[in-house]
């Protein structure tokens, strides 16, 4: 094989098309990227820079501690006070993930074929849109504005000889910022099941009533079935929404003993230095979490997917 011969064979398929200038537009033109991948190329970029590749940084420093392999910084960050950060913000993103995904179902199956006021579906949705994505400071001063220890509603409710204060009722424990998680949980649980709820037939319901199906048993048999992917779905969307909230918290609670707060205590090195490796741990185990729930959460769709096909 000679020198010539190789040249040949490295250039490759703008060989087979011709030489010279001719031959390489022919083969540039045969070869243009299509429109949707000059679209989206933006869009994986920004994720590869911004997503991916810090991502990737940060679980490569946390299996690095002190530059050298090994796992005492994972280890660490899921004992003593960091397991009841983490036992907290499980227990803080299921509750409002179960009372925030029941109350968002309910009001999609009570707003289900409502026609009348033509006023009220458009205005629910437009809410809905708004307040699914309303957290952080504007949520949490709000919250303080109604409910704090001098809020509106603090001093109504004690006008009339209601003391929530005295009750033991604060904000900054985690009854009180779930109550502020469920403004957002809500709203977003209603915008995720409601394709699936407008999607029961009510052929369905007919069939299963000409067969003597009572209420109860379509509900149980029927319908129950069909919207479960879905709901669960959703519910998993809002664990990990709260899972990885952190202004709203910050505001209500800074000390609070919660991953998010306490990932931002290690990393932040006012007062503890040289833990870096330990926030990169913190953050790590964070990602483990919510991959597993949009993982589950992709199964969920994929199954609720057939009935909306079908």
């Not at 609070?256 to 330990?278: A, K, M």
């Amino acid at each position: 094989m000679t020198g010539l011969d190789l040249a040949a064979g490295a250039a490759g398929p703008v060989s087979q098309v011709g030489a010279g200038p001719v031959g390489l537009l022919t083969w540039l033109r045969s070869h243009r990227p299509s429109g949707t991948a000059l679209a989206v190329a933006p869009f994986l970029a920004f994720v590869a820079v911004f997503l991916l590749w810090p991502t990737a940084s940060v679980v490569v420093s946390a299996l690095t501690p002190d530059g050298q392999p090994g796992f005492s910084a994972v280890l660490r960050a899921i004992s003593g006070p960091y397991r009841s950060a983490f036992r907290n913000s499980l227990s803080l993103s299921a509750t409002t993930a179960v009372v925030g995904g029941v109350l968002g179902l309910l009001l999609a199956l009570a707003v289900r074929g409502m026609d009348r006021p033509r006023w009220l579906r458009p205005a629910l949705d437009a809410w809905c849109s708004v307040a699914s994505q309303l957290g952080g400071v504007p949520l949490a001063f709000a919250f303080v504005a109604a409910l704090g220890t001098q809020g509106v509603v603090t001093k109504a409710l004690a006008a009339m000889g209601i003391d929530i204060i005295g009750a033991g009722f604060s904000l900054s424990t985690l009854a009180g910022m779930a109550i502020v998680y469920l403004y957002f949980q809500v709203p977003l649980m209603f915008l995720v099941v409601m394709p699936a709820v407008s999607g029961l037939r009510d052929t369905w319901r007919e069939a299963a009533t000409l067969m003597g199906a009572s209420p109860v048993r379509y509900w149980r048999t029927v319908a129950a079935p069909i919207l479960a992917p879905s709901a669960l779905g959703g519910m998993l969307l809002l664990f990990v929404n709260a899972f990885s909230a952190y202004a709203t918290a910050y505001v209500l609670n800074a000390s609070g003993q919660i991953v998010p707060l306490q990932i931002r205590f290690v990393l932040q090195g006012n007062v503890i230095t040289g833990e870096q490796d330990l926030g990169y741990a913190l953050v790590t185990w964070t990602i483990v979490v919510l991959l597993a729930g949009l993982g589950l959460m992709g199964l969920l769709q994929r199954r609720a997917a057939r009935w909306s096909r079908g």
